[in-house]
């Protein structure tokens, strides 16, 4: 019987392995000394096993999903609950009315983690992207796998030097948001779009320019793809963490 059992569970082993049933797991972490409210938005794939959280300071939680998959994460500050009862944020909201962003996604600005998870172990590709504006610094470390694999940073704070034609000011008129360009201004030279809208007609912009000083990794603007595109195989795990 033990003999039996035994080649029962290879068995098993060897189905999953060649139909490729596995999950990837992103730990999300809050080192901000506030509370956050991450979200989450699944662009194709299996839906995520959450889709919004509160997130007190110094605490971690995990959300998987099994590929492939593509989608984003973001963190929400500045939120609370009305007397209508309606969930609501300052910076970043997905503007469901709860905690739970349920398909929405953010409302810039926001940071964002962008990733495209491959199944069977192959190539990921992952970014922090600052092209619809910034509201907090956030990193990402693969867990595993293989290949360049590298950590991705956005550790500047954007909203120190964001000037005033993009700043978002709170209620205390404390910048706690930068917009991009485009969002700003809506014109084509900044949005990449019209006559703009290849890499050779759309460079970097003194705006732009301000969001990669700060994190050089990430995205400022929607050409910026030969410093800000990273990748990793093997089937990784991948740890967030807003405010690094």
Known sequence: MAAFQGQLFRLSLVILFFSGVYSV???????CPFQIWPGTLTGSGNQLSTTGFELA???TTTATVSPPWSGRFWA???CFTGESGKFSCGTADCASGQVTCNGAGAIPPASLVEFTIAPNGGQDF???SLVDGFNLPV???PLGGSGECATVTCVGNVNSVCPPELAV???DGAVVACKSACMAFNTPEFCCSGDHNQPQTCPPTRYSMIFKNQCPQAYSYAYDDRTSTFTCSG??????TFCP
């Open 25 to 31: 797991n992103f730990s999300i972490k809050n080192n």
């Open 235 to 240: 089937g990784a795990d991948y740890a967030i």
């Open 139 to 141: 990193s990402v470390v």
């Open 76 to 78: 929400r500050t500045h």
């Open 169 to 171: 000011r709170g209620q």
């Open 126 to 128: 992952f970014d922090i």
């Open 57 to 59: 300071s110094s605490s």
